[in-house]
């Protein structure tokens, strides 16, 4: 039987779990809720309906699992705890500290309905926490270093077009190759902010807008560019359009550590990603993680699961026979 999936929220991220289902033979695409008038949403599935958000409840017995695909900021602190209650529930919920506070509140709601809800999945937080976890139980005598990009920020591209006179931006975060080169080395060193990444933006500047007074905002920000080298390009909507269309992105999750007695033995562990479209690659993490929900729902279990509660088995498509006879 196909893992019944619904996708609530139809924007990138909600087309590339979309994408994720019609990749994996185990599930289906059920039902797509919108907060948009259904009628002007267009999906890629034939025969699968879009309907209003407010009408979720009605759907529930044709839902395996739901997946969020809202933001972080004001989105998924209120739906996933809400949907909780009702379905089993997947999101992408990424904003680092404050991961505690949506545990807890995803948990008692899931609890109390009897449901399994997942949250912080994608590739960071997910894989890159996976990874770092591993890496740090393996090498407990090391450091963890963490570079994101070369790729596209969505935070930050929308702190910029939210500055006066600008008409549309993208912000490229990219590691320093130095600092990279230094950590690969093993010599541990000690990284500030600004050593390890560079800012770069891609601005269209309103007409008759002081390029000279946008710049300076934007490299004086607070949280979002102060403290990095920052570099601001002026272009045209049209070079901005042609160059910069996708939303590619990736890192490197680096562990340095030492074993032996006296820990005279050097170890690099790391892990990268290269990824031409962000929602896509995080929307693949997710469907992963709908069929652990799904598995874990069957066994009884309820409650909120981060990626560090579900076994690896429970991820793949393979049965247990399959995972040991070609992967272990």
Known sequence: MSIRIGIMG??????????????????????????????????????????PADQILDHKDEVDVLILCGGSATDLPVQTPEYAKHFHVVDSFDT??????????VDASAQEGGKVAVISCGWDPGMFSLNRLYAGAILPMGQDYTF???GVSQGHSDAIRRVEGVVDAKQYTIPVD????AVRSGSNPALTTRQKHLRECFVVAAEGADKTKIEHEIKTMPNYFADYDTIVHFISKEELDRDHSGIPHGGFVIRSGKTGWEGENTHIIEYSLKLDSNPEFTASVIAAYARAAYRMGQEGAKGCKTVFDIPPAYLSAMSGEELRAHLL
């Not at 994720?20 to 907060?35: C, G, P, Y």
Request: charged share 25%.
């Open 10 to 51: 139809y924007g990138n991220l909600g087309r590339g779990i979309e994408c994720a289902i019609k990749q994996n033979e185990d599930m289906e695409l059920t039902a797509v809720f919108t907060r948009r008038a259904p009628e002007s949403v267009s999906i890629l599935t034939e025969g699968v309906k879009v309907y």
């Open 96 to 105: 680092h500290a404050k991961i505690p506070q949506h545990f807890a509140a």
């Open 148 to 150: 994101w990009g070369k």
């Open 178 to 181: 130095e600092a990279l080169t």
